[in-house]
């Protein structure tokens, strides 16, 4: 075709081809200028069908007058030819431009708004364009969007338009570019304006990201994530993106019709206001990082994984833990907890009301991507109440230099927010070591099992972190995660005290010897001291030490709350918990901690409340189940905590401490016969498996055999049970407060001594 005239243009060059035609610069002898010329490939020519969806076209454009579409100019027929006759556009298309990579958001929103205006224009003449790709777009030298290729537009029916079967798309037709189409489209449904929106949004996702938000290269796979899957959040993969923008790319794509802008004018006012936010922001320029508010809280919210590997979730929800952990050393800033953070996995939800919940100045987002053993971490830091972007970076090593990696996030993000550290602090963060990459993986899988809290994955855990610890004997937090796990162990598993105290302490020891600086590894000793040792001196100074060393390590206010307790301390220990309950807000434990530490202080009605509270983030969370149902029997409505130990064991139907704690709420409740019935079950049962002693003499406490209530209390404390720490302050022993033998079972078990000992029924 190059040199030759249909009627009086010349073709000089070719530009493009595809499918739908292909595309020549002409020059109009008659008006001297240069032009774009479109006909049908050769294939196509004898194709009655292919050449009324190209007249389709001419039709379409012919009624669209808009600076951002390319207009038409002629459409005629020469031997046998068809061709449209167009504007021509010089510069480059968008998808030329977006193999560069992420673009400028000023760009973006200046580009996007160009195209929601060029489809408002087309919608409202009826014409849905139905192939909005970057392709079709070219963006002009001067910056300037012109939508290009109406050839597979659908009409819809505008005022004076008459049906035909050449304008009307039936149902079950399915045309478009597949990565861009929108799910209604894929599934062959009739289509209107949103379709294109959705589109829009693909594109304006590709311009954040410089990736589609489904890379997927077969078509089954494709079709599949775009009818069902959730692309991952653009300012995951490009922290430098507004919060804004991020939202109305998202909802420009969501899938649910209903839920996405409706209109083009709707996604083009949006995007004119994300350009004021960026323009203003730009010209601000370092003044508005000088106007940064104070931030003395933080939040690290759950890293997303990039990698594409369900099974991965351990590693970044590890990654997750340490940066938290990494930010806790600094005194002055107050961080909030990962089990609380953690709440937000997978949740959609504005910033500024996150940080609201969770009582922050501040919030870090990012991502965690691996590729075998190489590691990146994007982080990105926001001023949570105007939910402003304050700074992000990527950061990428061997996964043997992990700690480093998380290290210099962590002092990059004290850096940006001003916080100032002592020097032991700075050290702290800068000392950092290698660690074997299998080593590390089997500890973050251990922590993983730790934080689900119940006997198999405890089980797990303590092989993970065994493992870890073979794999490198120099790791001290894998010593940290072993002793985590059998403290937990010696409480809620049918393994004896003995079995698991012993080795909690061991490993911590371990572990400080290898860092002595680690609050990790100090506040399980403390417990074990002040729990199975019954060391309160031993207990206080490791307590003091671990806070010392970090004072927003909730585990450790939280136990020094169960120390100071079980001291017979209670306005400080519930001080304590409160002050666990500041940094792990919406953990079920520390709730529960509160909760437990005012039911020994007999504020029953406080303490059913706080109780409660823990059960909205955990319906089934068995340590608020437990305290719930005691802290009931004391009120006037026993038939509700004996209902909530029949829950109890509704939930572990095999647990004899579940079954020893029903057995005590019937008796509590006036039902002896059942409580009766069910103490000779556990009572057998307890020879095949260990159920804490304890346990089972609150049952004939309850009944009034008080000789055997003694006779158990003593083999509990030849096994050294933990639960006999608070054994001064259970209100449900007032009633043996002044017998003698009881007396001595008190002052010789538990970190107390016996000035200390609090008043009967104070």
């Not at 993000?413 to 032991?424: A, D, F, M, S, Y």
């Amino acid at each position: 075709m190059i040199g030759k005239r249909l009627s009086h243009y010349r073709i000089l060059e070719k530009l493009a081809s595809g499918g739908m035609g292909v595309v020549y610069r002409a020059m109009d002898d008659h008006l001297d200028r240069c032009v774009a010329l479109k006909v049908l490939p050769d294939g196509a020519i004898a194709d009655d069908a292919a050449r009324r969806r190209f007249r389709r076209e001419a039709i379409a454009l012919s009624r669209l007058n808009h600076a951002n579409i390319a207009a038409i100019y002629d459409f005629d027929t020469q031997d046998g030819v068809d061709f449209l006759v167009m504007e021509f556009v010089p510069g480059l298309s968008l998808a030329q431009t977006i193999q560069e990579g992420p673009i400028d958001e000023g760009l973006i929103t200046r580009l996007g708004v160009q195209l929601a205006e060029a489809l408002v224009a087309a919608h409202e003449q009826g014409v849905i364009h139905r192939d909005v790709k970057p392709g079709n777009i070219i963006v002009t030298p001067k910056g300037h969007a012109k939508v290009l290729d109406f050839g597979l537009a659908k009409f819809l029916r505008p005022v004076g338009m008459t049906p035909t079967p050449e304008n009307l798309t039936k149902t079950g037709n399915v045309v478009g570019t597949l990565p861009y189409m929108a799910p209604e489209a894929l599934l062959g449904g009739d289509l209107d304006a949103r379709s294109d929106i959705y589109s829009t949004g693909v594109i304006l996702y590709e311009m954040a990201t410089g990736r589609r938000p489904f890379p997927e290269t077969q078509v089954a796979v494709l079709v599949e994530a775009i009818l069902h899957h959730t692309p991952i959040a653009p300012r995951q993969v490009n922290p430098q993106l507004s919060r804004r923008l991020e939202l109305v790319i998202l909802n420009a794509m969501d899938r649910e019709l209903s839920r996405r802008y409706q209109c083009a004018s709707e996604l083009a006012a949006e995007l004119g206001r994300c350009g004021i936010t960026t323009v203003t922001a730009t010209m601000a320029g370092r003044s508005e990082r000088a106007g940064m508010g104070r931030i003395d809280s933080i939040a690290v919210l759950p890293l997303a994984n990039l990698s594409g590997e369900p099974g991965q979730e351990y590693f970044t929800d590890g990654m997750t833990e340490a940066l938290t952990a990494d930010l806790a050393q600094i005194r002055a800033l107050r961080v909030v907890s990962r089990t609380s953070v953690m709440r937000y996995k997978g949740i959609s939800r504005p910033l500024p009301e996150i940080a609201r919940e969770l009582g922050v100045d501040a919030l870090i987002e990012g991502s965690v991507m691996r590729s075998g053993n190489r590691v990146r971490i994007t982080a990105q830091l926001i001023e949570a109440a105007p939910d402003r972007h304050l700074w992000a970076k990527s950061y990428e090593r061997d996964l043997r230099d992990i700690l480093e990696l998380q290290s210099e996030v962590a002092r990059a993000i004290v850096q940006e927010i001003r916080i100032k550290i002592t020097p032991q602090e700075e050290e702290r963060l800068t000392k950092t070591r290698r660690v074997d990459p299998e080593a590390y993986e089997a500890y973050l899988k251990g922590r993983h099992y730790w934080n689900k809290r119940n006997a198999e994955s405890l089980r797990k855990g303590i092989a993970c972190f065994q493992d870890a610890i073979e794999r490198d004997p120099t790791y001290p937090l894998a010593y940290v995660g072993l002793a985590d796990s059998y403290l937990i162990a010696g409480f809620y598993s049918d393994i004896p005290p003995k079995d698991t105290f012993p080795k909690a302490k061991a490993a911590a020891r371990r572990a400080l010897e290898l860092d002595d600086t680690l609050a990790e590894a100090h506040a399980p000793l403390a417990l074990a001291n002040s729990l199975y040792d019954w060391d309160a001196a031993a207990a206080e100074k490791n307590f003091r030490r671990a806070i010392e060393l970090n004072p927003a390590h909730p585990s450790a206010h939280q136990w020094y709350a169960e120390h100071l307790t079980a001291m017979g301390r209670l306005d400080q220990g519930i001080a304590e918990a409160m002050r666990a309950l500041e940094l792990d807000p919406l953990s079920s434990v520390i709730n529960s901690c509160v909760g437990w530490t005012l039911y020994r202080a007999r504020r029953f009605e406080e303490a059913i409340l706080q109780l409660s509270m823990a059960l909205e983030w955990d319906h089934n969370f068995l340590p608020a189940l437990y305290y719930l149902s005691l802290a009931l029997l004391q009120t006037s409505a026993p038939g509700n905590g004996v209902r909530v130990s029949e829950r109890i064991v509704d939930i572990l139907p095999e647990s004899g401490m579940g079954k020893a704690n029903l057995a005590r709420a019937y008796a509590s409740a006036g039902m002896t016969n059942e409580a009766r019935a069910l103490l000779a079950e556990v009572n057998n049962l307890a020879k095949r498996q260990y159920i804490h002693t304890y346990f089972i003499a609150k049952i004939y406490l309850v009944l009034q055999e008080y000789d055997q209530t003694l006779d158990l209390l003593e083999k509990a404390r030849a096994e050294r049970s933990p639960w006999l720490a608070w054994l001064n302050v259970e209100p449900l022993f007032d009633q043996l407060r002044e017998h003698p033998r009881f007396q001595e079972i008190a002052r010789s078990s538990g970190p107390v001594a016996e000035s200390q000992l609090p008043v009967p029924n104070a």
